[in-house]
T-cell receptor, first 113, second 120 residues
Framework: TQLLEQSPQFLSIQEGENLTVYCNSSSVFSSLQWYRQEPGEGPVLLVTVVTGGEVKKLKRLTFQFGDARKDSSLHITAAQPGDTGLYLC?????????????FGTGTRLTIIP | GAVVSQHPSWVICKSGTSVKIECRSLDFQATTMFWYRQFPKQSLMLMATSNEGSKATYEQGVEKDKFLINHASLTLSTLTVTSAHPEDSSFYICKTGSPLDSGHTSYEQYFGPGTRLTVT
């Protein structure tokens, strides 16, 4: 059983469109991270959210942590081909810090030029 | 900043042979190393947690006798896939963390670049 479920699993959209990726769990996380991974490489950290209800922006990417700290979303505005990749949310439910990460099921995003 | 390296970056081996993957922290001491496995088009699944000088802790469903983990020093952790089979073909990634606060409630994450294993 995957603790962190992401939706959609696959998404293919045209350049310039907006999209939202969701990360849901029944568990409470002290913090949650979002990563992007390119083929054949390790994941690269995009953002860490810590406070329930927190919203963080990274250029065209907006990340939100749910009020109950069980879910998160990633919204991309005006998607570009460079946004193509595997997006992963990750968290630690141990309450001992986010050293031991459990990754979400992943969302494979393809932006069509 | 800290860098984690993995060797080899890719390896092809025959079924039944063993393969060792090395994960090194290049400029800091990695007390704990996490090993993940990623099958094609899937997410990262935690296999085991290794602490320097002690036995690794394996996640449910991961065979400890098949995936041997050794963390003999603060800069080197190894994962040996014994008697490899084609279903072990995967992308293996190590990760360590450096605490950002004295209470160890938040960590800087350092991922290795991964090792692609293909078993024929």
């Amino acid at each position: 059983t995957q603790l962190l479920e992401q939706s959609p699993q696959f998404l293919s959209i045209q350049e310039g469109e907006n999209l939202t990726v969701y990360c849901n769990s029944s568990s409470v996380f002290s913090s949650l991270q979002w990563y992007r991974q390119e083929p054949g490489e390790g994941p690269v950290l995009l953002v860490t959210v810590v406070t329930g209800g927190e919203v963080k922006k990274l250029k065209r990417l907006t990340f939100q942590f749910g009020d109950a700290r069980k879910d998160s979303s990633l919204h991309i505005t005006a998607a570009q081909p460079g946004d193509t990749g595997l997006y992963l949310c990750a968290g630690d439910i141990s309450n001992f810090g986010n050293e031991k990460l459990t990754f979400g099921t992943g969302t494979r995003l393809t932006i069509i030029p | 900043g800290a860098v984690v390296s993995q060797h080899p970056s890719w390896v092809i081996c025959k079924s039944g042979t063993s393969v060792k993957i090395e994960c090194r922290s290049l400029d800091f001491q990695a007390t704990t190393m996490f090993w993940y496995r990623q099958f094609p088009k899937q997410s990262l699944m935690l296999m085991a947690t290794s602490n320097e000088g002690s036995k690794a802790t394996y996640e449910q469903g991961v065979e400890k006798d098949k995936f041997l983990i050794n963390h003999a020093s603060l800069t080197l952790s190894t994962l040996t896939v014994t008697s490899a089979h084609p279903e072990d073909s995967s992308f293996y990634i190590c990760k360590t963390g450096s605490p950002l606060d004295s209470g160890h409630t938040s960590y800087e994450q350092y991922f290795g670049p991964g090792t692609r294993l293909t078993v024929t």
